[in-house]
Nanobody
Framework: VQLQASGGGLVQPGGSLRLSCAAS????????MCWYRQAPGKQRELVAA???????DYVDSVKGRFTISRDNAKNTMYLQMTSLKPEDTAVYYC?????????WGQGTLVTVSS
């Protein structure tokens, strides 16, 4: 299984970005799709998650600004990020859990700066 993340880049404070993560390979159903991020000098943190049932959850710092979604037919998930702040600067990683196995994407850098 391979995960390909894309969509990162440089954006000004208050701007928006949409991250994508496409899963390929032999996947027998994806139970959980998540976005994590790791800022310089900090631990990786869970930003958003969505289950196969469609439930979602977010870390408090992004609630109301970020939206996680998934396209089951394409085995793809998205993270729509709005009202971006400098503290959102980090490498964003996608992660899926399928059949109790966890898979990670390579990370995509998001930089929020004027």
């Amino acid at each position: 299984v391979q995960l390909q993340a894309s969509g990162g880049g440089l954006v000004q404070p208050g701007g928006s970005l949409r991250l994508s993560c496409a899963a390929s390979g032999s996947i027998s159903g994806i139970d959980l799709m998540c976005w994590y991020r790791q800022a310089p000098g900090k631990q990786r943190e869970l930003v958003a998650a969505t289950t196969s049932a469609g439930t979602t959850d977010y870390v408090d710092s992004v609630k109301g600004r970020f939206t996680i979604s998934r396209d089951n037919a394409k085995n793809t998930m998205y993270l729509q990020m709005t009202s971006l702040k400098p503290e959102d600067t980090a490498v964003y990683y996608c992660n899926i859990v399928s059949m109790l196995q966890s898979y990670w994407g390579q990370g995509t850098l998001v930089t929020v700066s004027s």
